[in-house]
Protein backbone atom coordinates (compact mmCIF):
# COMPACT_ATOMS: atom_id res chain seq x y z
CA UNK A 1 0.00 0.00 0.00
CA UNK A 2 1.51 3.16 -1.16
CA UNK A 3 1.98 6.28 1.16
CA UNK A 4 -0.78 8.26 -0.25
CA UNK A 5 -3.35 5.68 -0.60
CA UNK A 6 -2.84 5.49 3.54
CA UNK A 7 -4.21 9.19 3.62
CA UNK A 8 -7.69 9.02 5.18
CA UNK A 9 -10.51 11.23 4.11
CA UNK A 10 -12.58 11.33 7.70
CA UNK A 11 -13.72 14.57 7.21
CA UNK A 12 -12.84 15.75 3.89
CA UNK A 13 -12.64 14.47 0.40
CA UNK A 14 -10.85 17.61 -1.23
CA UNK A 15 -7.87 18.12 0.65
CA UNK A 16 -5.10 19.85 -1.94
CA UNK A 17 -1.50 20.07 -0.92
CA UNK A 18 -0.84 23.77 -2.05
CA UNK A 19 -0.03 25.84 0.77
CA UNK A 20 -0.82 29.52 1.79
CA UNK A 21 1.65 30.59 4.32
CA UNK A 22 3.10 27.35 4.42
CA UNK A 23 0.07 25.32 5.44
CA UNK A 24 -3.56 27.21 3.60
CA UNK A 25 -4.86 24.22 1.47
CA UNK A 26 -6.20 25.37 -1.77
CA UNK A 27 -9.69 24.79 -1.15
CA UNK A 28 -9.31 27.74 2.18
CA UNK A 29 -7.94 29.98 -0.30
CA UNK A 30 -10.36 29.62 -2.96
CA UNK A 31 -13.06 29.77 0.17
CA UNK A 32 -11.54 32.78 1.64
CA UNK A 33 -10.98 34.90 -1.89
CA UNK A 34 -14.57 34.27 -2.46
CA UNK A 35 -15.90 35.81 0.62
CA UNK A 36 -12.99 38.85 0.55
CA UNK A 37 -14.54 39.30 -2.94
CA UNK A 38 -18.31 39.29 -1.53
CA UNK A 39 -17.58 41.48 0.94
CA UNK A 40 -15.66 44.53 -0.75
CA UNK A 41 -18.45 44.56 -3.18
CA UNK A 42 -21.01 44.83 -0.16
CA UNK A 43 -18.80 47.25 2.26
CA UNK A 44 -17.82 50.30 0.85
CA UNK A 45 -14.56 49.79 3.46
CA UNK A 46 -13.81 46.84 1.58
CA UNK A 47 -13.13 43.40 4.14
CA UNK A 48 -11.58 44.54 7.39
CA UNK A 49 -15.37 46.66 7.85
CA UNK A 50 -17.13 43.43 6.70
CA UNK A 51 -15.55 40.86 9.30
CA UNK A 52 -12.28 39.38 7.33
CA UNK A 53 -9.78 39.67 9.40
CA UNK A 54 -11.25 41.39 11.97
CA UNK A 55 -14.17 42.27 13.70
CA UNK A 56 -15.92 45.79 13.93
CA UNK A 57 -17.91 47.99 16.05
CA UNK A 58 -21.58 47.70 16.05
CA UNK A 59 -21.78 44.37 15.30
CA UNK A 60 -22.53 41.37 17.07
CA UNK A 61 -20.69 38.04 16.93
CA UNK A 62 -22.46 35.19 15.69
CA UNK A 63 -21.52 33.60 19.05
CA UNK A 64 -23.08 36.42 20.62
CA UNK A 65 -26.28 35.87 18.66
CA UNK A 66 -27.11 32.58 19.05
CA UNK A 67 -26.31 32.68 23.12
CA UNK A 68 -29.13 35.30 23.25
CA UNK A 69 -27.98 36.47 26.84
CA UNK A 70 -26.47 38.99 28.73
CA UNK A 71 -22.69 36.46 28.30
CA UNK A 72 -21.34 39.27 25.88
CA UNK A 73 -17.93 38.19 24.47
CA UNK A 74 -14.82 40.05 25.48
CA UNK A 75 -12.93 41.80 22.69
CA UNK A 76 -9.45 41.78 22.78
CA UNK A 77 -7.14 44.99 22.73
CA UNK A 78 -7.48 46.75 18.82
CA UNK A 79 -6.95 43.88 16.33
CA UNK A 80 -8.14 40.57 16.48
CA UNK A 81 -11.34 38.06 17.23
CA UNK A 82 -13.46 38.14 20.08
CA UNK A 83 -12.84 35.82 23.02
CA UNK A 84 -15.67 33.41 23.89
CA UNK A 85 -17.18 33.46 27.38
CA UNK A 86 -15.43 30.56 29.88
CA UNK A 87 -18.62 29.37 30.70
CA UNK A 88 -21.59 27.90 29.20
CA UNK A 89 -25.13 29.23 29.43
CA UNK A 90 -26.81 28.22 32.44
CA UNK A 91 -28.30 24.41 32.20
CA UNK A 92 -25.39 23.85 29.42
CA UNK A 93 -21.88 22.21 29.76
CA UNK A 94 -18.84 23.55 27.24
CA UNK A 95 -16.58 21.72 25.13
CA UNK A 96 -13.60 21.82 23.06
CA UNK A 97 -12.01 20.17 19.97
CA UNK A 98 -9.76 20.62 17.29
CA UNK A 99 -8.94 18.58 14.51
CA UNK A 100 -7.76 19.73 11.55
CA UNK A 101 -9.91 22.78 9.21
CA UNK A 102 -12.67 23.39 11.89
CA UNK A 103 -15.41 23.80 9.15
CA UNK A 104 -15.91 19.90 8.76
CA UNK A 105 -15.19 19.43 12.42
CA UNK A 106 -17.94 21.69 13.53
CA UNK A 107 -20.26 20.15 11.07
CA UNK A 108 -19.62 16.96 12.51
CA UNK A 109 -20.80 18.41 16.11
CA UNK A 110 -24.05 20.02 14.92
CA UNK A 111 -25.49 16.97 13.82
CA UNK A 112 -24.96 15.37 17.30
CA UNK A 113 -27.70 15.20 19.61
CA UNK A 114 -28.17 17.83 22.65
CA UNK A 115 -25.60 19.53 20.92
CA UNK A 116 -27.15 23.42 21.22
CA UNK A 117 -24.28 25.55 19.97
CA UNK A 118 -21.22 25.36 18.11
CA UNK A 119 -18.47 28.02 16.70
CA UNK A 120 -15.61 27.91 15.32
CA UNK A 121 -12.34 29.87 16.63
CA UNK A 122 -8.35 29.93 17.79
CA UNK A 123 -7.44 28.27 20.55
CA UNK A 124 -4.27 26.98 22.57
CA UNK A 125 -1.80 29.65 21.79
CA UNK A 126 -0.31 32.85 23.39
CA UNK A 127 -1.15 35.78 20.70
CA UNK A 128 -3.93 37.49 22.62
CA UNK A 129 -5.34 38.72 19.66
CA UNK A 130 -5.51 36.08 16.81
CA UNK A 131 -7.09 36.73 13.55
CA UNK A 132 -7.19 33.56 10.57
CA UNK A 133 -4.86 35.32 8.83
CA UNK A 134 -2.19 35.22 11.70
CA UNK A 135 -3.21 31.92 12.56
CA UNK A 136 -2.71 30.16 9.26
CA UNK A 137 0.56 31.48 9.19
CA UNK A 138 1.78 29.17 12.06
CA UNK A 139 2.90 32.13 13.97
CA UNK A 140 0.51 32.62 17.23
CA UNK A 141 0.73 28.88 18.27
CA UNK A 142 -3.16 28.89 18.14
CA UNK A 143 -5.09 25.57 16.95
CA UNK A 144 -8.47 26.00 14.64
CA UNK A 145 -10.58 24.71 16.94
CA UNK A 146 -14.52 24.14 17.72
CA UNK A 147 -16.20 25.05 20.80
CA UNK A 148 -19.80 23.30 21.64
CA UNK A 149 -22.28 23.87 24.34
CA UNK A 150 -24.12 20.69 25.27
CA UNK A 151 -27.79 19.48 27.30
CA UNK A 152 -25.97 17.29 29.38
CA UNK A 153 -29.09 15.62 29.90
CA UNK A 154 -29.29 14.90 26.04
CA UNK A 155 -25.76 14.62 25.20
CA UNK A 156 -23.01 13.13 27.48
CA UNK A 157 -19.21 14.07 27.13
CA UNK A 158 -18.47 10.57 26.13
CA UNK A 159 -20.70 11.21 22.99
CA UNK A 160 -18.74 14.00 22.18
CA UNK A 161 -15.72 12.14 22.13
CA UNK A 162 -17.17 9.66 20.06
CA UNK A 163 -17.93 12.14 17.57
CA UNK A 164 -14.55 13.54 18.02
CA UNK A 165 -12.64 9.91 17.10
CA UNK A 166 -15.19 8.98 14.41
CA UNK A 167 -14.21 12.14 12.57
CA UNK A 168 -10.47 13.31 12.92
CA UNK A 169 -7.78 11.38 12.74
CA UNK A 170 -6.20 11.19 16.26
CA UNK A 171 -2.61 9.87 14.90
CA UNK A 172 -0.77 11.98 13.12
CA UNK A 173 0.86 15.27 14.52
CA UNK A 174 0.07 18.62 13.28
CA UNK A 175 -2.39 17.38 10.55
CA UNK A 176 -5.21 16.54 8.89
CA UNK A 177 -5.46 15.08 5.73
CA UNK A 178 -3.13 17.51 3.52
CA UNK A 179 -3.77 19.77 5.57
CA UNK A 180 -0.40 20.45 7.23
CA UNK A 181 0.88 22.95 9.99
CA UNK A 182 0.77 23.27 13.79
CA UNK A 183 -2.92 25.22 13.46
CA UNK A 184 -3.65 22.02 12.27
CA UNK A 185 -3.01 20.04 15.13
CA UNK A 186 -5.93 17.81 16.79
CA UNK A 187 -6.14 18.31 20.42
CA UNK A 188 -8.91 17.89 23.35
CA UNK A 189 -8.96 20.40 25.81
CA UNK A 190 -10.79 19.86 28.82
CA UNK A 191 -12.57 22.18 31.24
CA UNK A 192 -13.00 19.95 34.25
CA UNK A 193 -11.11 16.63 35.94
CA UNK A 194 -14.30 14.87 34.51
CA UNK A 195 -14.05 15.40 31.12
CA UNK A 196 -9.99 14.74 31.62
CA UNK A 197 -10.82 11.18 33.22
CA UNK A 198 -12.97 10.38 30.06
CA UNK A 199 -10.79 11.60 27.86
CA UNK A 200 -8.16 9.72 29.12
CA UNK A 201 -9.96 6.61 29.48
CA UNK A 202 -11.27 7.23 25.20
CA UNK A 203 -8.06 7.65 24.49
CA UNK A 204 -6.52 4.28 26.24
CA UNK A 205 -9.66 2.72 24.50
CA UNK A 206 -8.85 4.20 20.73
CA UNK A 207 -4.80 3.28 21.22
CA UNK A 208 -5.99 -0.29 22.07
CA UNK A 209 -7.73 -0.80 19.08
CA UNK A 210 -5.32 0.78 17.16
CA UNK A 211 -3.12 -1.93 18.02
CA UNK A 212 -5.43 -4.65 17.58
CA UNK A 213 -6.26 -3.34 14.10
CA UNK A 214 -10.12 -2.65 15.39
CA UNK A 215 -10.15 0.70 14.46
CA UNK A 216 -10.83 2.75 11.20
CA UNK A 217 -7.98 3.52 8.51
CA UNK A 218 -5.83 6.32 9.90
CA UNK A 219 -2.36 7.35 8.81
CA UNK A 220 -0.29 6.34 12.86
CA UNK A 221 -0.85 3.55 15.21
CA UNK A 222 -1.00 5.64 18.33
CA UNK A 223 -3.20 8.27 19.13
CA UNK A 224 -1.19 12.12 19.31
CA UNK A 225 -4.20 14.42 19.82
CA UNK A 226 -2.94 16.93 22.26
CA UNK A 227 -5.06 16.51 25.58
CA UNK A 228 -4.23 19.98 27.68
CA UNK A 229 -6.83 22.18 30.07
CA UNK A 230 -8.78 24.65 27.80
CA UNK A 231 -7.48 28.22 27.47
CA UNK A 232 -9.13 31.32 25.82
CA UNK A 233 -11.21 30.61 23.03
CA UNK A 234 -10.84 33.43 20.21
CA UNK A 235 -14.14 32.94 18.35
CA UNK A 236 -13.45 32.97 14.45
CA UNK A 237 -14.56 35.55 11.73
CA UNK A 238 -18.41 35.62 11.22
CA UNK A 239 -18.01 34.21 7.96
CA UNK A 240 -16.36 30.94 9.26
CA UNK A 241 -19.53 30.09 11.41
CA UNK A 242 -21.65 27.45 10.11
CA UNK A 243 -19.61 27.87 7.09
CA UNK A 244 -20.87 24.45 5.47
CA UNK A 245 -24.16 24.44 6.88
CA UNK A 246 -24.78 27.77 5.13
CA UNK A 247 -23.19 26.17 1.45
CA UNK A 248 -19.40 26.69 1.91
CA UNK A 249 -18.28 27.84 -1.40
CA UNK A 250 -20.45 26.49 -3.61
CA UNK A 251 -23.66 27.22 -2.38
CA UNK A 252 -24.57 23.84 -1.72
CA UNK A 253 -25.71 23.77 2.41
CA UNK A 254 -24.85 20.68 3.65
CA UNK A 255 -26.97 18.78 6.01
CA UNK A 256 -26.94 19.84 10.07
CA UNK A 257 -29.64 18.06 10.98
CA UNK A 258 -29.10 16.20 14.43
CA UNK A 259 -28.13 12.31 13.33
CA UNK A 260 -27.80 13.25 9.81
CA UNK A 261 -25.08 10.79 8.34
CA UNK A 262 -24.14 12.10 4.64
CA UNK A 263 -20.91 12.87 4.03
CA UNK A 264 -18.76 16.02 4.95
CA UNK A 265 -17.43 17.95 2.28
CA UNK A 266 -15.16 20.06 4.09
CA UNK A 267 -14.62 23.19 1.77
CA UNK A 268 -18.05 22.91 0.47
Known sequence: MTASSRIPRALCDCHVNLAFHASLSLGKILAVLAHITVFSSASPQGPAASGVGKTFSGHQS?????????????????????????????????????GGCFWGVELAFQRVPGVSTTMVGYTQGPDPSPTYETVCSGGTGHTEAVQVYYNPSECTYDSLLNCFFQHV???????????????????????????????????????????????????????????????????????????????????????????ATEKIRCYG
Open 169 to 259: DPTTKNRQGMDMGTQYRSGIYFHNEEQKAAAEKAIAATNEKLSSNMFRRVIGTKVVSELLPAQDFYIAEKYHQQYLAKGGRFSQPQDASKG
Open 62 to 98: AAQARMGSSQSATRTQGYGCEKAPAQAPAGQEIATFA
